[in-house]
């Protein structure tokens, strides 16, 4: 059984910065987390950012330029740096991962438990 382990949600300040983290657990060969959605309440699941390729990124608009992406292939740990919050990125952080090392059209099987991020003075 596969569990996305994810850290770093909290509550922070408009203009403030937090990092999360995913790492899968349990049965892990050939799992790999590929991405970051988040839902706000009463909205959609969205895509916020995801690694396309061995050497591309894909993000959101409305997270371009504050938003980063990153893997540790060691630790099989992805991150998402998030700089400059504002309100509107208050949500719960979803990881996903895949049998695959970057996403395809859609999303893979596996859902991280969910990380509560709230922006907000």
């Known amino acids: 059984q596969v569990q996305l382990v994810e850290s770093g949600g909290g509550l922070v300040q408009p203009g403030g910065s937090l990092t999360l983290s995913c790492t899968p657990s349990?049965?892990?060969?050939?799992?790999?987390?590929v991405g970051w959605h988040r839902q706000a309440p009463g909205k959609q699941r969205e895509l916020v950012a995801s690694f396309t390729s061995a050497y591309s990124t894909d993000y959101a608009d409305s997270v371009k330029g504050r938003f980063t992406i990153s893997k540790n292939n060691a630790k099989n740990t992805v991150y998402l740096q998030m700089n400059s919050l504002e309100p509107e990125d208050t949500a719960v952080y979803y990881c996903?991962?895949?049998?695959?090392?970057?996403?395809?059209?859609?999303?893979?099987?596996?859902w991280g438990q969910g990380t509560q991020v709230t922006v907000s003075s």
């Open positions: 349990g049965s892990t060969f050939s799992i790999y987390p």
């Open positions: 996903n991962a895949a049998t695959s090392p970057w996403a395809g059209a859609v999303p893979g099987p596996w």
